[in-house]
């Protein structure tokens, strides 16, 4: 089987989840569902990163041991994954064993091949972000200096091992140029390449004023870097360092789906590291954007943070999801507002969708008792079911580029077409005059039901799979190689009493 490979970063566990954890995961999820249709093998793995200053601080506010504390935290990322009904084939905890042995292991191999020196650092660093910064990434107001979201840094001195970036600037370069969709989108890539243009330093990938992380062997209060640490989780999910063959398939076509705002450790720091250490890079790094709620940033102080578990409990887990992957092209900013959600909950899941399949299945049920009533036939390259059965080729093209709102474009299309198909088809008016071509009708959108219903599993999982129930089609029948007028459904087919699929919101 062909072999791929989804993360998520690992996320970080001083708060609660929020919209951003869960389009992340979402995204990883859609695309992982839809190889997995496509008969690939897949690895999809998430999890929480668990050490660091940040998280040592939360944890003493909280009057609790640090290890105490995220095995709290980190249930609430177990939790939010369960909730999203996910299919991921791992959860990293980076206070787990078999973690701290792949980064200890990870470090070890950058020390063999001289890519680590001790010395002192002295520079701005973020505890919100577990990031040090050079002065040209900051802003200056009188005295202090300032993230770009805003986050004052404190200067830093402290005894450092440190990782010879510098060295990569070149190297890195080169490897943008020969594979230039490594780093998507193009605006992502191009800030990426203007970054390490402007010149790389050596990178500070050990800490000594706290104590909660992995320990670097033979010092006495050196810990890792957290950044240093999280990304190795990426490895420790394929057995880093006894990585089979096999699993070095899956990391050859790894995709990492992250928020804009760790590109720079993603894009530069880790493949300097890999190329360091002579690992191959993974296929693929992919940015999304953020989202805003109703044109505002989102903030804890202002009360505005989106909620993902409640927004499933008022709305629906499919209808969430959705939204997510519709409203914004892959790779941009989105804003989020209930106004705007309902709007495309009723347009295109309400009506388009659920509309029709259940006012198409109940005439069906009342007529021709909820049995196929015919034996469709494909005209030419023009007829509909043709047109159906197109979509998937049109789909596969959009979802291997990452445009999935493309991809559930192409389907909604579809849908539209199917409802002026019935509408022209006046089946109410034509079973009175020639039964024989309702039925005949009424089964091209039946048998166009069964296609929509199996290339939709990816976006809305949950209500694919009882269109495909109600079509009372075979669990094992429900990959995208059926999607082929072979596998059509045949008359007399009984299908089962149609639900409604999905409620409208006023």
């Not at 296929?283 to 989106?306: L, P, Q």
């Not at 049920?365 to 979509?391: C, H, Q, R, T």
Request: hydrophobic share 40%; charged share 30%.
């Amino acid at each position: 089987m062909k072999k791929i490979f989804f993360t998520t970063p690992i996320f970080y566990v001083n708060d609660l989840p929020h919209i951003g954890h869960a389009y992340t995961i979402i995204i990883c999820d859609t695309l992982a569902k839809f190889y997995n249709l496509d008969e690939y093998d897949v690895l999809f793995t998430t999890g929480t990163d668990e050490h660091g200053l940040k998280v040592e601080k939360a944890a003493k506010k909280n009057n609790t041991d640090p290890k105490v504390f995220v095995d709290k935290v980190s249930q609430n990322f177990l939790n939010l994954s369960k909730k999203l009904k996910i299919s991921n084939t791992d959860f990293v905890r980076t206070t787990e064993e078999r973690h701290k042995k792949a980064a200890k292991n990870f470090w070890k191999l950058l020390e063999e091949k001289n890519q680590i020196y001790l010395s002192n650092y002295k520079g701005w660093y973020s505890v919100r972000d577990e990031a040090f910064y050079q002065e040209k990434e900051l802003t200056k107001e009188g005295s202090k200096f300032f993230t770009q979201d805003g986050e004052e840094v404190q200067w830093i001195e402290e005894e450092s091992f440190f990782f010879k970036l510098s060295e990569w600037d070149e190297k890195l370069l080169k490897y943008f140029d020969e594979n230039p969709d490594f780093i998507m989108p193009a605006s992502r890539k191009n800030e990426v390449i203007s970054f390490v243009k402007s010149g790389l330093k050596d990178l500070s990938i050990s800490r000594t004023s706290f104590k909660w992380g992995i320990k670097v062997e033979d010092t006495n209060n050196h810990i890792m870097y957290v950044w240093i640490d999280a990304l190795v989780n990426y490895l420790t999910s394929i057995d880093f360092p006894k990585t089979t063959k096999d699993q070095f398939c899956f990391w050859e076509n790894c995709i990492h789906i992250i928020g804009k705002d760790i590109l720079k450790f993603h894009a530069v720091y880790w493949p300097a590291m890999l190329m360091a250490a002579e690992i191959p890079l993974p296929k693929r790094i992919f940015a999304h954007g953020w989202w805003t709620n109703e044109g505002k940033k989102i903030s804890k102080s202002i009360g505005n943070v989106i909620d993902p578990n409640a927004m499933i409990e008022k709305y629906g887990l499919d209808q969430f999801k959705y939204f997510l992957l519709r409203e914004v092209t892959l790779g941009q900013d989105g804003d989020f507002s209930e106004h705007s959600f309902k709007a495309r909950i009723n347009s295109e899941l309400s009506n388009n969708l659920g509309n029709l399949i259940q006012r198409t299945l109940k005439f069906t049920s009342k007529n021709f008792k909820n049995k196929m009533p015919a034996e469709i036939e494909v005209l030419g390259k023009k007829d509909l079911l043709n047109e159906v059965y197109d979509l998937l080729p049109k789909v596969k093209k959009h979802m291997q580029s990452l445009e999935i709102n493309k991809a559930i474009d192409e389907i909604v299309a579809m849908l539209t077409k199917l409802n002026k198909f019935m509408d022209l088809a006046e089946p109410w008016n034509s079973i009175k005059i020639n039964p024989k071509k309702t039925a005949n009708d009424l089964s091209t959108l039946i048998e166009c039901f069964r296609v929509i219903g199996i290339l939709l599993q990816p976006f809305i999982p949950d209500a694919s799979e009882e269109i495909l129930n109600i079509l009372n089609i075979e669990k094992n029948k429900r990959k995208f190689k059926f999607v082929n007028f072979k596998y059509k459904i045949n008359k007399d087919h009984c299908i089962n009493e149609p639900k409604p699929l999905f409620p409208r919101y006023d």
